[in-house]
């Protein structure tokens, strides 16, 4: 017995030598580190026909004899001289813009063509905005609430974005993007309540102010540490490519969450599972107090998407109609090619960072007053209508007076209601009660805003 397992032994030695030595041999298999697939067992078929695609081309292309890089880790060529790649040897991103300072649309072929009502309502609630945000920031000022951020300077981020979504789209915020859930019809007694943490509100107080959410909205609660939002919206966005819903997902960030290492991972979860979504940057110019020279070397936060494979671009974000252009093309794509998107609008914070803050210690009064006046996107926007007839200074006047003066319309029921009828979402009613709120908090303050704080970044009031 022992004799015939010696024998058969050497048979299979035998036969191993002669076929390493024959035809048999399969070196690029070999070298790639995988054996010979035996002919009884059946070819496993990928769950993706691209990614078995790519991965027959890199096997292919590794079988080539010529003299070119077979790294995985990157697609690139050998060269013989030592160069290091300096941070400026691309000039930087541009930015994308579709009118000027003036109002006057640049480029013909880029306009969006919006119709007067839209347009109109871009610019209703881009003020209707900047009014909540003065009464909600004297109110903290008056010890009524405890804290409060405002949106002064950046309202053509948060109009001009929502409206190029869909009303189903999933919205991740930061915390200064109440312009996109009140473009959405969420309504100003809601704000408030949410604000005051009184029974009114959705959350019941167990929030700070201004972190809102609204589920019949599609607006996921805001959190107060920065950048945990965006692993989250990548999570969503590829549970909704699985859903295939032709739905996608927007997560808005600042620059300085930007610096975070959830962006970092988001950034390369996104790009590596090809989810629909948008990252939306709102590079304000100075994060929580730091300015961007301060925060990063390199040419702002668009520039860091080509890293991760990721398609970017960089608009003018005082400027609502390119703002909306980039959403609505990088959306359309997203959700027909399922790959994520990178936006980084270029605008300017005016209003302090939030209540706790004092921007004079690090800007200067002349700046902000520069941005306040000479580039601000609810005067270009203005310009523009203006220019088309469509507004003028005694709609503009009697607009004013109507968001200081009238009374609230809406019934308690429909201050109840998170998702707002039809009637209640036009920005007329909304000011009505905006109207009664700042007439009641009139009789009440004392003094208005502190001495120390007049002219610290903080436009005159409407």
């Avoid at 013989?80 to 072929?109: A, C, H, K, T, W």
């Avoid at 405002?150 to 053509?156: A, C, I, V």
């Avoid at 019934?411 to 709120?437: K, Y």
Wanted: positive net charge; hydrophobic residues 35%; charged residues 25%.
């Amino acid at each position: 017995m022992g004799a015939a397992c010696r024998s058969a032994r050497r048979r299979r030695i035998g036969a191993a030598k002669m076929a390493a030595s024959g035809p048999l041999r399969r070196l690029p298999l070999l070298l790639l580190g995988r054996p010979p697939r035996p002919p009884s067992l059946p070819r496993r078929i990928p769950r993706r026909g691209l990614r078995a695609g790519v991965s027959l081309q890199q096997q292919e292309e590794f079988t080539s004899l010529e003299e070119k890089p077979q790294f995985p880790g990157a697609s690139a060529v050998f060269v013989d001289r030592l160069e290091f790649i300096q941070p400026n040897v691309i000039s930087g991103i541009p930015i994308y813009r579709v009118m000027d300072r003036q109002g006057q649309i640049v480029n013909p072929s880029e306009d969006p063509q919006l119709s007067k009502e839209q347009v109109l309502k871009f610019y209703k609630t881009m003020t209707l905005l900047n009014t909540m945000d003065r009464i909600l920031y004297e109110s903290q000022r008056q010890g009524r609430i405890s804290f409060y951020m405002t949106n002064y300077g950046e309202e053509g981020t948060h109009v001009g974005s929502a409206a190029a979504l869909d009303d189903t789209d999933l919205v991740f915020g930061q915390y200064r993007e109440a312009g996109v859930l009140m473009h959405r019809g969420y309504p100003l007694d809601l704000f408030m309540a949410q604000c005051y943490g009184n029974a009114s509100d959705p959350g019941k107080g167990r929030q700070m102010p201004v972190h809102y959410g609204c589920k019949d909205l599609h607006f996921v609660t805001i959190s107060s540490t920065l950048a945990t939002q965006i692993p989250q919206a990548v999570g969503s966005a590829y549970a909704i490519k699985r859903e295939n819903t032709n739905r996608i997902v927007i997560c808005y960030f600042g620059e300085g969450a930007a610096s975070e290492g959830d962006t970092h991972a988001g950034f390369n979860f996104a790009a590596t599972l090809e989810c629909p979504i948008i990252f939306f940057c709102r590079n304000n110019g100075y994060a929580i107090s730091t300015p961007t020279s301060e925060q990063y070397r390199g040419d702002g936060i668009a520039a860091r998407g080509p890293g991760y494979g990721i398609n970017s671009i960089r608009v003018d974000g005082n400027d609502v109609f390119a703002v909306y252009n980039a959403t609505k093309e990088a959306r359309r794509r997203a959700v027909a090619e399922n790959q994520p998107f990178l936006i980084e609008a270029m605008t300017y914070r005016i209003g302090h960072h939030s209540t706790s803050d004092d921007s004079s210690a690090y800007r200067s009064v002349d700046e902000v007053n520069y941005w306040d006046k000479q580039d601000h996107p609810i005067s270009r926007l203005r310009h523009y209508m203006v220019g088309r007839d469509w507004w003028d200074e005694e709609q503009e006047k009697s607009w004013r007076k109507k968001s200081r003066k009238r009374p609230s319309a809406l019934s308690p029921v429909e201050r109840s209601s998170c998702n707002m009828q039809a009637n209640n979402t036009d920005p007329q009613t909304q000011v009505e009660f905006l109207g009664h709120f700042q007439s009641w908090a009139g009789k009440k303050r004392c003094g208005g805003l502190p001495p120390p704080l007049r002219g610290r970044g903080l436009p005159p009031p409407l």
